[in-house]
């Protein structure tokens, strides 16, 4: 077994110890003879499991009793109409379009009332957030809309917009569990987990509670109602509880790496490593500006195609995997999400500074 | 390691040859230095896995062209919604209620329309399939919607309903793959994989292509569109990738073992075992009338509760796992899916005889 360093922007790499207990127990989980994989999700095994993964999560991330815990299918994608189809009681919302994703989320709420797009960095390719100190929050608006951690462009919010008291939703995907937040500023803050937690089909929402009601938007599917999840300790229906239990492993690392004060060093330490050479070197340069710099995905370029095509070439052949950029920005881009160590950083660094030497 | 006969009606157990392998592959899958839950799905290694595991299905089931493939989340429940929004543009659809999971499709269909319920066995607690071949079939019907095999109550349609030429929409999640199907009698055929094929948190629908169009009701989300999906070969976002890995090695595993038409002759003997030990049993007997019986659920009863209950707790103990019936009928389940081998059954019907004779 020879493993790479995976730079992935998601799904991407997780704990080496995760992965080889879930390996240890495929086919017998603890002595009950079967896989979790093979488990009724009605089982007390399986509870036990959702249960104490939902604990951690809240020990983790300090998040407070009146917010409801929910693991959801269907990806970020299906929040983006789920929120409003759930929140648009006055058919208002803002959105802050710092990306992609962003963008996506606010053509979605389109479909269910009026979006507002009220800032926006496309100007500049989404290089940079805009000033979100004092923006032109509707009256009536059932909520403002952000994308915390830009993955495709390397941006994240240092400081949270101000809303004028509306209620925010962030989505929170690429940056997950990568420092402490304060869940009390958030009226919903959801992620989908194959970034930062676990593998692909999974999101988990966190949602004050006072927003959890039956009164959706007409049409609403059952399954597209935060309510009856909730009611339901996300077991509506089968759950992804493969999924589940893949991060409630991770969420067991992360207490044992110290909690997510530990996790914001760590990933800040990583961090400067590769951006405090981008900043010194003269082939490679970071796309973003400095002060809205993401601590887990690290866009770069050479400036030249050709030179940025032969990089992901030959870093690919020693050993590190997925650095090509997203195909919108193009240039590389490393994704440096918690279960990267700082060996893979600085293993990339050296390999930068080599080939900067060798094609000056 | 020691395994159970694991008799559960999903998620259910899963062959051990695929199992072992999942283990195997799990730090480092086929020398890419990664788990197929860290790789990208938008790698070359990935879309290998989707793209294989979408041909050997069509290879198992000989899915003609003109139907498209899609791995879907959101289960069952979501497609409840989903096949209303898409299909019902007379705002009109029939269902046949043989269960609570047609009951739940049909309920949740009224929310975008007509849903006529034209048959039902409801009046004996589901123990049967109606007569379908002269039902009240609606002149603008957007289509008729069956559940084939009904997992709690374990019946199945051994014909499928005259529809008088409308489409066929129908639920297979607990009979995937356990014999063959025509899919050209279809419109929908569609199943959650956590019964017969893989880990749960993912639907395979198997949908007409020309069925497949942007004219779906106002309000559905992007996500419920099957048209963004089919245009994306299922990565419109990142789907449940591990899970459509797991299933891609069962379904290696069906083509070993001869495919559909031997796990028909395999899933036929297996029942006959219990189901002939059943009809001859003083202690036990079937829930269900003969006629209707399904290959995949075998619900049975002492007559007794307290019986039921201690055969529960002794069968437990020796090694028959999640025997209990559905909180809704009571008495016991026997779950014999694919991956349930003959050795499960023959030891479980030892164990029953045993246990009727220690018990007269």
Redesign the interface.
């Known amino acids: ?4 360093y ?1 730079f ?7 704990p ?1 110890e995760v ?2 207990e ?3 127990e ?3 989980y603890r ?5 979790v ?5 009605r ?1 007390k095994m399986f509870d036990d499991i959702i249960q104490e993964t939902e604990k951690d999560l809240r020990d983790l991330m300090h998040i407070p009793d009146n917010y409801k815990v929910l693991f959801l ?6 929040q ?3 929120i409003p ?1 759930n929140l648009m009681k006055n058919r208002v919302a803002d959105y802050i379009v710092t990306g992609q994703w962003a963008k996506k989320a606010w053509q ?1 709420a389109q ?2 009332g009026k979006a507002n797009k009220i800032a926006s960095s496309e100007d500049k390719t989404f290089s940079y957030i805009p000033d979100c100190s004092d923006l032109p929050i509707s009256e009536d608006a059932d909520y403002v809309y952000i994308c915390e951690n830009n993955t495709i462009y390397g941006t994240k919010y240092k400081e949270l917009p101000n809303t004028k008291g509306k209620l925010l939703v962030s989505d929170v995907s690429s940056c997950f569990l990568s420092e402490p937040i304060d869940v009390t500023k958030y009226g919903i803050v959801y992620g ?1 987990v ?1 970034k930062n937690i ?5 999101v988990i929402a966190i949602i004050r509670e006072d927003l959890i009601t039956e009164d959706v ?1 007409p ?1 609403t ?4 109602t935060y309510k009856t999840h909730a009611d339901a300790g996300s077991m ?8 589940i239990y ?1 991060c409630g492993k991770v969420f067991k690392w992360l207490k044992k790496m110290g909690g997510l004060e530990a996790m914001k060093e760590r990933n800040e330490k990583k961090a400067a490593i590769l951006y405090d050479f981008l900043d010194q070197s003269e082939m490679f340069r970071g796309t973003v500006e400095k002060k809205d710099r993401s601590l887990m995905n690290v866009p770069f370029v050479t400036g030249n195609k050709e030179l940025d095509a032969k990089f992901v070439k030959e870093s690919q052949a020693a ?1 590190f ?2 650095l090509k950029g997203h195909r919108t920005v193009g240039g590389m881009r490393a994704s440096i999400y918690n279960a990267m160590p700082i060996e893979g950083v600085e293993a990339l660094v050296a390999f930068m500074k080599k080939f900067e030497e060798e094609n000056k």
Chains 1, 2 share one sequence.
């Open positions: 077994m020879s493993r790479v995976n992935s922007a998601g799904p991407a790499v997780l080496e992965l080889k879930v390996a240890e495929m086919m017998d002595g009950c003879g079967m896989s994989m093979e488990m009724s999700h089982s299918q269907g990806g970020a994608s299906q983006f109409a789920m189809m979605e479909k269910y989908g194959q676990g593998p692909a089909g999974m938007l049409g599917p059952t399954m597209l509506y229906n089968t759950p992804n509880c493969f999924c893949v050993g995997e997925n």
